[in-house]
């Protein structure tokens, strides 16, 4: 893959243990953890990043800190305080709710995410809950859940977001929430797939107040790259089988049938994301003389080049994490480097080795 996808999302490897002989054991606190001594959140503005095939956090303040798989990732609450463990149980596993506000970090039985074969978790990105499912990795496998589940924090409950019934003879897998917490776009596979990933099968919008999920066009979640920030539509990157370029293009709810291309036809964006409000968004691409940024409308109109990189190098992640700040990631045969810079292309400043993962809001 060319594409670093912020979201990432929901690949997830097991393996098969002995049942334990003592019940889970709470991970000792981290320091990140340490830091959310009001039982909020790590500082926001916070960036997770890896360094050395370290997951760490580094602060506002310039410190960095170690952080647990759990608390960050694919299984860690967007805000840090909340994470997921997946307890060993025989050859399955237990969801386990951990809370790194505590000290030392609470955990709490899940009790319809029990006996798991390959679970899988989608967070909702105000760390409100997630959705969680069992996602065998082999065709013909059958988890122990049928439907997709979603779990709150607030009461600790559980609810199942689909009937059994819709998906009958095929695996839903969750892919992401939308920013404003309304819908959520998911997959349903059939029961002898082997790929995993919600990016594939058949796609669908559910709106979580109610009605009837939303069938999308045949291939309408591969590439998938994010939702706008004002949670209008969601946006793609995929490649282009003839031409070998990689296509950008927004797929609005109102018109869900009929994607925008954003990408002009002698063009490659590889990476794409957008500003919090969805008005704008900020675009990686290759050119003949290297790597650039650049920024565009929702709509695809105005685009202008930001920033351009030296010959070898290129952008690894994208993120607009703020109204006036956008993030990436630099890779060459030097290392990773992760910059900011303004959205009018101004002040680029490199701030930490590395690459970036997410920012805490």
Avoid: K
Avoid at 8 to 28: K, Q, W, Y
Avoid at 66 to 91: C, E, H, K, L, M
Avoid at 316 to 339: P, R
């Amino acid at each position: 893959m060319r594409r670093f996808l912020p979201l990432l999302f929901l690949l997830i490897v097991v393996g098969c243990g002995s049942a334990p002989t003592e019940p889970p054991v709470p991970p000792p606190p981290t320091r990140s953890a340490a830091l959310a001594a009001d039982g909020a959140r790590l500082p926001s503005g916070s960036l997770i990043m890896v360094q050395n095939n370290q997951r760490i956090a580094l602060l506002p303040e310039g410190r960095s800190l170690p952080i647990s798989d759990a608390q960050f990732g694919v299984r860690g609450a967007p805000n840090g305080r909340y994470g997921v463990a997946f307890a060993p149980n025989g050859s399955a596993f237990d969801l386990l709710l951990i809370d790194y506000g505590q000290t030392p970090p609470e955990m709490r039985e899940i009790a319809e995410g029990q006996g798991l074969i390959n679970p899988v978790v989608t967070w909702q990105a105000d760390s409100s809950g997630f959705a969680f499912y069992d996602f065998p990795l082999f065709g013909g496998l059958r988890g122990t859940l049928n439907t997709l589940y979603y779990y709150r924090i607030s009461d600790g409950q559980s609810r199942a977001l689909l009937p059994s019934e819709s998906i009958s003879g095929g695996r839903a897998a969750a892919l992401a929430f939308s920013p404003n917490g309304i819908y959520l776009l998911y997959a349903v596979l059939s029961e002898d797939t082997e790929a995993i990933g919600a990016q594939s099968g058949a796609g669908y919008l559910l709106n979580l107040l109610g009605g009837q999920p939303i069938a999308l066009a045949a291939d309408a979640l591969l590439g998938f790259s994010g939702w706008l920030g004002d949670s209008s539509g969601f946006l793609t990157v995929r490649d282009d089988p003839q031409s070998g370029r990689s296509i950008a293009a927004l797929h609005r709810l109102t018109q869900l049938a009929t994607p925008i291309r954003l990408t002009p036809e002698d063009g490659d964006d590889t990476l794409i994301a957008s500003a919090p409000d969805g008005s704008r968004l900020v675009v990686a691409s290759r050119g003949e003389s290297g790597g650039l940024l650049s920024l565009l409308s929702a709509d695809g109109s105005g685009r202008q080049v930001l920033h351009r990189l030296a010959v070898g190098q290129s952008i690894s992640a994208l993120l607009w994490a703020e109204a006036e700040t956008i993030y990436f990631s630099v890779s060459s045969s030097e290392g990773d480097q992760t910059w900011r810079m303004a959205p009018d292309g101004s002040t680029p400043t490199q701030i930490a080795e590395g690459v970036l993962q997410s920012v805490v809001r």
